[in-house]
């Protein structure tokens, strides 16, 4: 007597049975996964016409906004004139990019905050300066975030975002 688990296959319906698909069916599938890949394409496109710009006037593309001297006054919280200035730290590997610029000596053209600066004198960057050889103003602002960082070189400014270096009696142009 033979196993009767052996037979078993011939018992099963058709749809669960091995060689349901047919050769035909194998062939077709891969155009009907093409159609469906390119039509899902279509869909996601935006058309052009459609677009409508909220913001057409206030974009400047490639033009960045530079402050004037008067502008840097206001703008910042402390203003300091000095020649003796140097990149002393830097940081890019992770995140953004930041420097720190020690100040040896310099005279205090406006305070809001600090009336008397002990020297060497700390702040934080997050440009590179393009320092000049001659007296400086250095526009300052309150340390915003960077906790760390401040807590471990003791900083309290950090420089005024869309200052530029302007020489000590430079007009604005």
Known sequence: MKNRCTYIGFFLPN?????????????CMPFF???????????NQVSDRHK???FADERQEGK??????????????MV????DI???DSSSGRGRAIFIYRLKSGT?????????ISYPFQFLSKQRLHLKKDSMYIFLKKLDGYRFIAQEKKLKYQWLKTAPVYSVGEESK
């Open 86 to 88: 140097k990149l002393v």
């Open 15 to 27: 749809s669960m049975k091995i060689n349901v698909f047919k050769p035909r069916l194998c062939y």
């Open 64 to 77: 960045a906004y530079v402050m004037n001297v008067d502008e840097c006054f206001d703008a910042s919280d």
């Open 108 to 116: 205090i053209e406006k305070t809001t905050r600090d009336s008397v």
């Open 52 to 54: 409508v710009d909220l």
């Open 33 to 43: 996964l093409m159609i469906s890949a390119t039509s899902c394409e279509k869909q």
């Open 80 to 83: 300091l004139s000095t020649s």
